[in-house]
């Protein structure tokens, strides 16, 4: 199983990107995303990850950190089997490689504290 995410750039503050990740070929059908939960995480330069949104694989919940609630917004796109992470109001804190990740161990999930799969990493810059 491989996703790929993609959708990152430079924006200037203020500004708004949408993010997307899917998965290809046979994992495709294997693992609909619709049925996992699935998660956007980011890593600033010199910082941790951090979990930014998951939306779970039952009821289309979601949860979003404090820092980006409001501002960003996960959602499904069950037609081309992609996730979307629409972000707005774009701050320099911002700035980052953002991953997706899928929990694959449970169909029709809740969002775990851990996924076990995971996109290559797309970057984000936010500038003024």
């Known amino acids: 199983l491989r996703l790929v995410d993609s959708g990152g750039g430079v924006v200037q503050v203020g500004g708004s990107l949408t993010l997307s990740c899917g998965t290809t070929?046979?994992?495709?059908?294997?693992?609909?995303?619709?049925?996992?939960?699935f998660g956007w995480f980011r890593q600033a330069p010199g910082k941790g990850s951090e979990e930014v949104s998951c939306?779970?694989?039952?009821?289309?919940?979601?949860r979003y950190a404090p820092s980006v609630e409001g501002r960003f917004a996960i959602s499904r796109n069950k037609a081309k089997n992609t996730v979307l992470l629409h972000m707005s109001d774009l701050k320099p804190e911002d700035t980052g490689v953002y991953y997706c990740?899928?929990?694959?161990?449970?169909?029709?999930?809740?969002?775990?504290?851990?996924?076990?799969?995971w996109g290559q990493g797309t970057q984000v810059t936010v500038g003024a």
């Open positions: 990740a899928q929990d694959i161990r449970t169909i029709y999930g809740a969002c775990p504290e851990d996924f076990g799969t």
């Open positions: 070929g046979i994992a495709a059908r294997h693992y609909p995303l619709k049925d996992y939960a």
């Open positions: 939306i779970n694989g039952f009821n289309e919940g979601a």
